[in-house]
């Protein structure tokens, strides 16, 4: 078993992770108050993925979703307590090498006015809707291809 590669980004009500596994089948997402796994097999060479991460912050196990695409698998880890910063993803500052920082949709949405209070609302109704599997709206506008490779090297945000 090896980790899924994964990028996240800290939102007002929410964490969002999204595990880079093209053509995931068998996947198992795991939510738990301080604790996160997750788990899928690749359909392109059939590799088996399994992440565990002991998170910063509580979160809402039941108010936690996964949606899985052809691409990839986001995860909407609901906060437990809402409106508080999540500096990294894991309780320990350890880098993680499979776990990158999200800058294309990461925000720093403590100074802004509540438009951010949507994303949620957004994430569960794309949710409700899962029609075909590559109608995944764009949230925030940012475009998944424009990754830039460098963004595994640069230091965690602290």
């Known amino acids: 078993m090896h980790p899924a590669a994964a990028k996240w980004y800290d939102r007002r009500d929410c964490v969002f992770i999204e595990f880079l596994v093209e ?3 068998d996947v198992n997402v ?7 796994g997750f788990s899928c ?4 060479d059939n590799m088996k993925y399994s ?15 996964h949606r899985r695409t052809d691409r990839s698998i986001l995860c909407c880890l ?4 809402s409106g508080k910063s999540w500096p990294r993803l894991t309780k320990d500052k350890a880098k ?9 949709n990461w925000k720093d949405w403590e100074d802004d006015s509540e438009e951010d209070l949507s994303n949620y609302d957004r994430f569960s109704e794309m949710m409700g809707n899962m029609g075909g599997e590559d109608d995944l709206p764009d949230l925030d506008g940012a475009d998944d291809e424009s990754a830039d490779s460098d963004e595994e090297k640069m230091p965690d945000l602290e």
């Open 51 to 65: 992440n565990e991460i002991d998170l910063f912050d509580s979160i809402d196990q039941d108010g936690s979703k």
């Open 96 to 104: 993680l090498n499979w776990l990158s920082v999200d800058f294309n």
């Open 23 to 25: 053509d995931s089948k």
């Open 30 to 36: 795991n939510f738990e108050k301080s604790k996160f």
């Open 78 to 81: 609901r906060k437990a307590a």
């Open 41 to 44: 097999l690749s359909g392109t």
